[in-house]
């Protein structure tokens, strides 16, 4: 479908994937204090606290770019689509980051992590330290095409 100054829903989706994306990787890799990285994944308060801190400074970091995009661009994002879109993007983005050190876990460990095992990926996590830090990525990425979707999904 084609906006009457000929941007394409495809092409908005395009740019907000991309912005998305760019502000995931400053947000988790520069943004992100050593310190809310090394305890996100912890059991009890003390995890969920910072992986808390560690998602308001990334999605901080998502809406700047977004904001900065819709501007720039004139991408014509409704701020309801936009906030929901950083919102999943929020959410899902701690669910995931609760596994943060936990992925060669035997035993209980978390949501994810158990998935992870029953979905036949057991062997790849014993055998690959850096296996769990790319399923880590590949969620991190597949929920920002979500969000990208919700925020492109309509204009204003």
């Known amino acids: 479908m084609t906006t009457p100054t000929g941007e394409t829903r495809a092409a908005r989706y395009a740019a907000v994937y991309a912005l998305l994306t760019a502000a995931h990787e400053v947000?988790?890799?520069?943004?992100?204090?050593?310190?809310?990285a090394v305890a996100k994944g912890r059991p009890g308060w003390e995890g969920r606290?910072?992986?808390?801190?560690?998602?308001?400074?990334?999605?901080?970091?998502?809406?700047?770019?977004?904001?900065?995009?819709n501007r720039v661009l004139?991408?014509?994002?409704?701020?309801?689509?936009?906030a929901?879109?950083?919102?999943?993007?929020?959410?899902?983005?701690?669910a995931i980051d609760r596994?943060?050190?936990?992925?060669?876990?035997?035993?209980?460990?978390?949501?994810?992590?158990?998935?992870?095992?029953?979905?036949?990926?057991?062997g790849w996590l014993e055998r690959d330290p850096g296996?769990?830090?790319?399923?880590?990525?590949a969620?991190?990425?597949g929920w920002i095409a979500v969000a990208a979707l919700v925020a492109a999904g309509g204009s204003r």
Do not use: I, K, N
């Not at 947000?27 to 809310?36: F, H, I, L, S």
């Not at 991408?75 to 936009?82: A, D, E, F, M, N």
């Open 27 to 36: 947000g988790d890799y520069w943004v992100q204090r050593d310190a809310e």
């Open 49 to 69: 606290a910072a992986c808390a801190r560690h998602v308001a400074s990334y999605t901080a970091t998502q809406g700047l770019a977004l904001a900065a995009g």
């Open 74 to 82: 004139g991408l014509r994002l409704g701020w309801r689509r936009t």
């Open 84 to 94: 929901v879109a950083l919102a999943v993007s929020a959410a899902t983005h701690y």
């Open 99 to 122: 596994s943060g050190g936990r992925w060669r876990e035997d035993g209980p460990s978390t949501r994810l992590v158990r998935f992870a095992r029953e979905t036949g990926h057991s």
């Open 131 to 137: 296996a769990g830090p790319l399923m880590d990525q």
């Open 139 to 141: 969620w991190h990425r």
